[in-house]
C-alpha cells in the first residue's frame, strides 16, 4: 500500500466513523478510568504489604479497605464496559452494513456486476465488522494502552527514573523488528481476504444451482473445487502465521528480557535494603503495565492491516457510480415512449446490440417486440427501465407536448414483469405487497384472479402460502403468475412484459393474456387504455392482441 492509498483510506475512516463516534468515545472514557483503578490496585497492594511489614505508619485495615474498594470498582467497570459494547457494536455494525446495503441497490446497474455476490456478500459481512471493530474497539484500545503506559511510566519514575528509562528503552528495540514484517503481512492479509470471498461465492452459487449440478452431475466437482481453493486459504493463512510468529518470538524476547532486568534490580535493592517488600510487588507489576502496552501494540498491527484491506474493499463499494436522484416524474393520464436513434452496446470491445433504434411506442399501444436470440429485446427493456443509458441518441416518455429523458425517476410509471423466477422467499402476500405495499386484501385476490393464479386460493394457507428462495415450491408457471399479479398491484401505464408467458401452457396463457387484454380496455380508444402494453415474446399466438409489431435483427 502506498502512502498515498493510506492517507486516503485513513481519512475514509475518520469520515466513516462520524456516525459511530460514540461508542468509541465510551469504551476509550471506560478504559482510561480502567488504567486508573489498575494502577490504584498496584499502590493498594504496596500500602498493604507496606503495613503488614511495618514500613508504614498506615493501618493494614485500611489499606485492605481501599483494595476491596478499588477491585469492586474494576469488576463494576469490567461489567459496564461489556454491556455497552454488546448494545453499541450491533448498532455501530449495523449502520455502516445499512449505508453500504443502500449504496449498493443505489448504484448504477451496467450490465455486467464487477464483483461476485459472494464477493459482495463477504464485503457485507467480514469487512463491514473489521471496519467497526477498529473504529470502535482498535482505536479506543490504543488510546487506552497509550495512557496505561504513560501512567505507569510516571508511577515508576517516583520509585526509580533508572529503570523506567532502562525498561521503555529495551521493548521498543525489539518492538521495532516486527515492523520488517508489516509489507508482507499486508499483501497476504489482501490475498486471504480475496479467497475467503472466492470460497462463499462457490458455496453460493452451488447451493443456489444445486439442480443443475446434480442433473449434470457435478457435485463432486464443486466440492473438489471448494477443497482446493480452501486448501489455498489454509496455505495462505499458515504464511501469515510464520510471520507473526517469529514477530512475537522476537517481541516475547524483549519483554521477558524487561522483565528479568526489573526482577535482578528489585531484588539487587531488596537485598541492599534500598526498598521495601511492597516497592519490590509494585515494581514487579508496574513492569507488567509498561510491558502490557508494547505488547497489545504488536498485536493492533495485523488488526490495523486487517482494517486497512476491509477499508479499501469498502471504499471499492462507496466508488460505485449512484443512480440520478430526485422527485418522481409521473404521468397520470397514460404516456408513450419514443426510441431516437438508439444505439447500445455492454462495452466497446462488445458488438452493437441496438444500431440507431428509431421507434414509437403510442399511448395506449400494444406492441409486440420479436426478434430472434441476441437480438436485443431484453436490453430495448433495459433502457425502458433505465438500467441500461444508451450508448447514442435517446429514449424518452411522453404525454402530449411534454417529453422527458427515460431515467431513475420515470420508474413510477413502469409496470414491469421480467423473464424467469424473480419471486423472494415468504409467502404469497410478501411478494405481493412489492407491488403495492399498501394493497387489501381483495386487491390482491383480484391481481390472482387476472393472472390466472387460482391455484393460491386452493391452498390452505391462501395468501400466507410460503415458497423458498427462487420461488422453490412452485412452479415455473405457477411462479411467473404470481410475478404478473404482483405488477398489476403496482400503479404505472406502461405495462413491460419479457417473456412473461413463457412457463405457461397455450390455455393457461390464452385466458391469461384475454384477461389482461380486457383489464388494460377502459374506453373505446387506445389513448383511453389502462397501460401503454410492450411485450416482449417468441410467441406469435400473442401478436393477434397487438397494434403494432417491433421485429429486432440481430446486429
Not at 520 to 547: A, F, M, W
Request: hydrophobic share 40%.
Amino acid at each position: 500500500m502506498s502512502p498515498a492509498t493510506t492517507i486516503q483510506t485513513l481519512r475514509w475512516f475518520v469520515k466513516t466513523s462520524r456516525g459511530i463516534r460514540m461508542r468509541s468515545i465510551v469504551n476509550t472514557l471506560t478504559g482510561v478510568c480502567g488504567v486508573g483503578l489498575d494502577l490504584a490496585f498496584i499502590w493498594a497492594t504496596k500500602l498493604c504489604i507496606d503495613a503488614a511489614t511495618h514500613q508504614t505508619d498506615r493501618s493494614l485495615t485500611t489499606g485492605a479497605l481501599i483494595l476491596v474498594s478499588v477491585m469492586l470498582a474494576s469488576i463494576a467497570l469490567s461489567f459496564a464496559r461489556s454491556w455497552i459494547a454488546a448494545i453499541l457494536g450491533v448498532k455501530s455494525t449495523n449502520r455502516i452494513q445499512l449505508r453500504m446495503f443502500q449504496t449498493i441497490l443505489g448504484s448504477v446497474w451496467l450490465g455486467r456486476e464487477h464483483q461476485h455476490s459472494g464477493d459482495t456478500m463477504n464485503r457485507l459481512d467480514r469487512d463491514v465488522r473489521d471496519v467497526t471493530s477498529t473504529i470502535s474497539n482498535t482505536l479506543p484500545q490504543f488510546i487506552i494502552v497509550c495512557c496505561r503506559l504513560v501512567g505507569a511510566f510516571c508511577f515508576l519514575c517516583i520509585y526509580d527514573m533508572r529503570l523506567a528509562v532502562a525498561l521503555v528503552c529495551i521493548s521498543p528495540l525489539f518492538g521495532l523488528l516486527s515492523r520488517l514484517y508489516v509489507h508482507r503481512m499486508r499483501s497476504i492479509t489482501r490475498d486471504i481476504r480475496k479467497t475467503d470471498s472466492e470460497i462463499q461465492s462457490i458455496m453460493q452459487e452451488s447451493i443456489q444451482n444445486r439442480v443443475m449440478l446434480k442433473t449434470m452431475e457435478q457435485e463432486d466437482d464443486m466440492v473438489e473445487k471448494l477443497d482446493m481453493t480452501q486448501q489455498s486459504l489454509r496455505e495462505q493463512i499458515r504464511y501469515k502465521t510464520r510471520f507473526s510468529s517469529v514477530s512475537n518470538a522476537l517481541i516475547s524476547l524483549g519483554f521477558g528480557t524487561g522483565y528479568l532486568v526489573a526482577f535482578l534490580w528489585g531484588a539487587w535493592q531488596l537485598d541492599k535494603g534500598l526498598i521495601t517488600y511492597g516497592m519490590m510487588l509494585a515494581f514487579i507489576q508496574l513492569v507488567g503495565q509498561i510491558q502490557g502496552p508494547f505488547r497489545e501494540m504488536t498485536r493492533f498491527i495485523p488488526a490495523l492491516i486487517s482494517s486497512l484491506t476491509a477499508g479499501e474493499r469498502l471504499m471499492e463499494i462507496e466508488k460505485l457510480p449512484q443512480e440520478e436522484q430526485g422527485e418522481a416524474i409521473r404521468f397520470s393520464n397514460g404516456c408513450g415512449i419514443r426510441f431516437n436513434d438508439v444505439s447500445y452496446a455492454y462495452d466497446e470491445d462488445y458488438r452493437m446490440i441496438l444500431r440507431h433504434l428509431t421507434y414509437d411506442f403510442p399511448p395506449g399501444s400494444i406492441t409486440a417486440v420479436l426478434g430472434e436470440t441476441g437480438a436485443g429485446k431484453t436490453t430495448l427493456i433495459r433502457l425502458i427501465l433505465a438500467l441500461l443509458p444508451p450508448t447514442e441518441g435517446r429514449v424518452e416518455f411522453y404525454e402530449g407536448d411534454v417529453s422527458v429523458k427515460a431515467s431513475p425517476r420515470t420508474r413510477c410509471n413502469l409496470v414491469y414483469v421480467p423473464q424467469g423466477n424473480s419471486l423472494l422467499s415468504g409467502s404469497v402476500r410478501t411478494n405481493l405487497m412489492l407491488g403495492d405495499p399498501d394493497a387489501t386484501e381483495e386487491e390482491m385476490w383480484e391481481a390472482l384472479q387476472l393472472a390466472e393464479a387460482d391455484f393460491v386460493s386452493e391452498s390452505p394457507e391462501g395468501l400466507d402460502t410460503l415458497c423458498g428462495e427462487g420461488g422453490q415450491g412452485l412452479s415455473e408457471g405457477q411462479a411467473q403468475r404470481i410475478a404478473v399479479a404482483r405488477a398489476l398491484l403496482r400503479k404505472g401505464c406502461i405495462l413491460l412484459l419479457d417473456e412473461a408467458t413463457s412457463a405457461l401452457d397455450e390455455d393457461t396463457e390464452a385466458r391469461l393474456i384475454s384477461n389482461l387484454m380486457k383489464y388494460n380496455q377502459k374506453g373505446d380508444t387506445p389513448e383511453r387504455s389502462r397501460y401503454t402494453v410492450i411485450c416482449v415474446t417468441h410467441r406469435l399466438s400473442l401478436t393477434s392482441h397487438c397494434t403494432q409489431m417491433l421485429r429486432l435483427q440481430r446486429q
